[in-house]
C-alpha cells in the first residue's frame, strides 16, 4: 500500500515528502539488487569472466538502461497544460477547471497533488512525481515493464542461488519466506538475508506485473483508468489496438521497447480529439 502523509496539511510539502521517499526507494533498491545479481548471485551460478557471464552482464546493462531511462524521461516530461498553447482551439466540448481558472481540453483533469491540469490524466504516479498523461504515457508503460521483467529474469536466477543455501531446518524455512524481516531480526545471517531478498523480489515483480497489465488492457482500449470505470463498449476514443498503441507509442511504436532514448513522434498534440486526419497515415 502506497504511504499517504495526509496529517501535512501543506499540499507542496506533503507532496515532496512523499515523492521524496518513493524515489528514495526506487534509488536504492535498483543498486542493491544491482549489486546482489551481478556480484553475489551471478558468480555462484556462471563461471566468472566467461562468454555466459558476459551475457548476463550485457542483458543487466539493457535493462537497467531502459528502467532509469524511462523513470528519467517520465518523470521530466512535461505533460500538463502548463506552457501550451490552449488558443486557437474548438473548444465546445472543453471543460472548466475552477483551481486553474482555465478552459481544458478533453481528456484532460487536475491532480491535486501536482496542483495543475493534466493533458490525457491517466493517473498521478508517485515514483514518477507526477501525473502519467499524454506525453509520457510511454515511459510509465515501459518502466513497469522492464522492471517486471527485470524480477523475472532474477528470480529464476535467485531461486538457483538460494536453494545451495536453504536447509528445512523443522520448518524454519517457511517461517523465514513469510515473515522474512522478522527472520532478519531474530536470526540474522546470509540464509536469511537472501530470502529476504527473494521475498521483495516476489512483491515487486507481483506489484509491477499487475499495473502493467492493467494499465496496458486499457491501452488497447484506448482507455484511461478514470475512463475504465465509466465507459465499457463503443468508446469513441477506442481507434481499434494498433492506433491505440501508436496514440501511446508514437509512429515508431514497434521500436520504443529498445531504449527510451528513440524518438517516436506522437500523431496528436493531447488537446484536440476529434481530429481524424492525424490517423490516416497509419
Not at 18 to 39: Q, W
Request: hydrophobic residues 45%.
Amino acid at each position: 500500500m502506497l504511504m499517504k502523509l495526509e496529517f501535512i496539511k501543506n499540499k507542496q510539502l506533503r507532496r515532496l515528502t512523499e515523492h521524496s521517499f518513493y524515489i528514495a526507494i526506487t534509488l536504492i533498491l535498483i543498486p542493491a539488487f544491482l549489486y546482489f545479481e551481478l556480484c553475489i548471485v551471478l558468480p555462484a551460478i556462471v563461471e566468472q569472466w566467461s562468454f555466459e557471464f558476459y551475457c548476463h552482464i550485457a542483458c543487466a546493462a539493457f535493462l537497467l538502461l531502459n528502467i532509469m531511462g524511462n523513470m528519467i524521461y517520465g518523470m521530466f516530461t512535461n505533460t500538463t497544460i502548463k506552457g501550451k498553447n490552449l488558443e486557437g482551439f474548438n473548444k465546445e466540448d472543453w471543460t472548466f477547471c475552477s483551481v486553474c481558472e482555465c478552459l481544458r481540453p478533453p481528456r484532460s483533469w487536475h491532480c491535486d497533488t501536482c496542483d495543475i491540469c493534466t493533458l490525457k490524466r491517466d493517473h498521478h504516479c508517485t515514483f514518477f512525481a507526477c501525473c502519467v498523461g499524454y506525453f509520457n504515457h510511454r515511459y510509465f508503460m515501459l518502466f513497469t515493464f522492464y522492471i517486471f521483467v527485470a524480477m523475472l529474469y532474477s528470480l529464476f536466477y535467485n531461486i538457483k542461488f538460494v536453494s545451495q543455501f536453504i536447509t528445512w531446518n523443522h520448518g524454519l524455512i517457511l517461517v523465514k519466506f513469510i515473515c522474512p524481516l522478522a527472520s532478519i531480526v531474530i536470526d540474522f545471517g546470509d540464509e536469511s538475508l537472501y530470502v529476504f531478498l527473494v521475498v521483495i523480489n516476489v512483491l515487486v515483480g507481483l506489484f509491477t506485473g499487475f499495473l502493467f497489465i492493467y494499465h496496458f488492457n486499457n491501452l488497447l482500449k484506448g482507455r484511461l483508468v478514470h475512463e475504465s470505470k465509466t465507459y465499457t463498449k463503443d468508446f469513441i476514443h477506442n481507434r481499434g489496438w494498433k492506433l491505440n498503441l501508436t496514440e501511446v507509442f508514437g509512429e515508431r511504436w514497434y521500436l520504443t521497447w529498445i531504449s527510451p532514448f528513440i524518438h517516436s513522434k506522437l500523431p496528436g498534440n493531447g488537446i484536440e480529439w476529434n481530429v481524424e486526419d492525424k490517423y490516416k497515415l497509419y
